[in-house]
């Protein structure tokens, strides 16, 4: 199977469209009472129980659009913004942009049109298994009673197996994994609209928080399985359409590195040259093939490489590949992990122990007394998919100065009251004194511990959409000093406020951000096409030099 013809597939996706009366149609019409129920609590959004359908399934058409059709209406401007500049769309004065006007930019360059987002969730089963991996479908394949192997139990070797391509390996699991879809949840008695539990009980806690890293999803904070489930799930459309769209990318650098090879660049190739890519693409060369009909088969199959040609068929674009692109280019495009591990891994290089004691301590991971710094680095890349457990004395260490003087005032602790009225108390003296008062609450427990945490659970998303801004230059200094980051001399406050970021959100979420991964996932593709494309240049370039040297030798010798 060819790269970009599979990539070409995955970019098309389902393409079903409802009538202009899709809305008189939505797919939660036919839902069970149970998955109406799902949807919501999946969503955060309270409903009465006891509750008979009807009111269910008001309360989802309620909510439907905000979070299936045009989720982007809820965003900030700086979610908005953020968005557009993955696109590439850099707004004129973004600061001074309307949120309507956002939002109508956002629109323009959405995944998919309104009527699609409603059709899609009319067959769930035909993509929510498209963001997992290889071993995760076959995992689920294997509960449920579905060997692997071919599509077709008849299917034979023939001579015409060279003439239609055959399904790759993640096409066969793909296909199989569905088939046991419907299996499942028969077997639990289940629905499958909106699917249950039962679909992820092959999944482990580490599973959830990987899935959550690649697909630039913070996973919930604290955690609890249910919650992890709950996030894939709502989360999982937008996943498929960010990687359909990453696909499409991947396409395009695909394209530009085939288009290198023009006539000229093949014409230079020696004839070995030509049969070693003939090798590494998985083209059939048959014995006795001339240079000339080797050039012209290389000329054949690179348009098939690129989906030019009509037999151009279905796959996924995170499977495999086996060509010379393949063993650089799959690297990149099989899994984002792989880029987020290494930049998860650079970072933490420079931490001081303190910081990565904080990291497993956030994670309830226990730390042997006495261990060594680079011990400790590997507990931590060990745990680098591991969601934080709850609340810890480390949840402070992006709180704001107000933040932090409120919470202090909040605690009931007269402690900590005194300190956060402390005249001149700096960010460092009110984040000791809230970890004193935090551990004093955690350890009398009952009301003191639960006023704690429902304060801690009021504030940290405000706490976290102001992380750094209000920040001085002596505050976001010392913060990068406890990770053990130097700071360039001459560095502006912003950035800073970068550095800052980037550290504390490896420290939060562990390998990645919603937009370093996307980002990571783009460079690594990019980087990938652009070496493969330079080393046929320059093979390209040493034959043609080699050729002609040989003309000039030849013509010498005639001389």
């Known amino acids: 199977m060819r790269i970009a013809t599979a990539l070409i597939s995955?970019?098309?996706g389902a393409s079903t469209v409802l009538g202009s009366s899709w809305f008189s149609n939505a797919a939660y019409n036919k839902w069970h009472e149970t998955e109406l129920e799902r949807w919501l609590s999946d969503h955060n959004i309270p409903y009465p129980t006891p509750a008979d359908r009807r009111d269910l399934e008001k309360l989802v058409q309620t909510n439907w659009d905000s979070y299936v059709v045009t989720p982007y209406k809820e965003w900030d401007t700086a979610k908005l913004n953020e968005y557009l500049k993955l696109k590439g769309i850099q707004t004129k004065d973004s600061a001074a942009a309307s949120k309507d006007s956002l939002i109508s930019q956002v629109q323009s360059v959405w995944y998919e049109p309104e009527d699609k987002a409603q059709s899609a969730w009319a067959n769930v089963r035909d993509w929510i298994l498209d963001t997992w991996t290889d071993s995760q479908l076959k995992a689920f394949c294997d509960r449920n009673g579905i060997p692997g192997g071919w599509r077709n139990s008849n299917f034979r070797p023939t001579q015409l197996t060279e003439l239609v391509p055959q399904p790759r390996k993640r096409d066969?699991?793909?296909e199989k994994a569905r088939l046991a879809y419907e299996k499942a949840a028969e077997k639990a008695g289940e629905t499958v609209a909106?699917?249950?539990?039962w679909l992820y009980e092959t999944w482990s806690e580490s599973d959830f928080k990987e899935w959550l890293d690649t697909h630039g999803i913070p996973a919930p904070q604290p955690t609890t399985r249910d919650k992890l489930i709950a996030s894939v799930r709502r989360?999982?459309?937008?996943?498929y359409l960010r990687m359909q769209e990453q696909a499409a990318q991947v396409q395009s650098?695909?394209?530009?590195?085939?288009?290198?090879?023009?006539?000229?660049l093949i014409d230079a190739w020696s004839e070995s040259q030509l049969k070693e890519f003939c090798d590494k693409n998985g083209i059939n060369v048959p014995q006795g093939t001339k240079v000339n009909q080797l050039r012209a088969l290389v000329r054949k199959h690179r348009a098939e490489l690129l989906g030019d040609t009509v037999s151009a068929t279905a796959a996924s674009a995170f499977g495999a590949a086996t060509s010379n692109v393949g063993e650089n280019y799959a690297r990149a495009t099989d899994s984002t992990a792989q880029a987020t591990e290494a930049a998860f891994n650079k970072a933490i290089e420079t931490w001081s122990d303190s910081r990565l004691k904080g990291y497993l301590d956030a994670r309830g991971v226990p730390v042997p007394q006495a261990s060594k710094t680079d011990e400790l680095r590997a507990l931590v890349r060990k745990h680098a998919h591991k969601a934080a457990s709850g609340w810890t004395a480390w949840t402070f260490d992006d709180y704001t100065y107000d933040n932090l003087k409120n919470y202090l005032a909040a605690t009931g602790n007269d402690a900590a009251k005194k300190a956060s009225e402390k005249a001149g108390a700096t960010r460092e003296d009110l984040l000791k004194a809230a970890k004193s008062a935090y551990a004093s609450a955690s350890s009398a427990g009952g009301s003191s511990y639960a006023s704690a945490t429902?304060?801690?659970a009021k504030t940290t998303d405000a706490a976290k959409a102001s992380t750094f801004e209000t920040w001085s230059d002596s505050e976001l200094k010392s913060y990068l000093d406890s990770y053990g980051i130097p700071v360039p001399q001459g560095s502006s406050i912003n950035e800073l406020r970068a550095l800052a970021r980037r550290q504390y959100t490896y420290f939060?979420?562990?390998t990645s951000t919603p937009t370093e991964t996307i980002f990571a996932k783009i460079g690594e593709n990019a980087k990938a096409t652009w070496d493969w494309v330079m080393e046929q240049l320059n093979i390209g370039s040493d034959a043609a030099k080699k050729k002609a040297q040989q003309a000039k030798e030849k013509g010498h010798k005639e001389l």
């Open 10 to 12: 995955l970019a098309l």
């Open 172 to 174: 066969t699991l793909l």
């Open 194 to 197: 909106y699917p249950g539990n």
């Open 235 to 239: 989360n999982s459309r937008l996943a």
């Open 253 to 264: 650098s695909t394209k530009a590195a085939y288009d290198a090879l023009t006539d000229k």
């Open 454 to 456: 429902n304060y801690l």
């Open 508 to 510: 939060k979420y562990g």
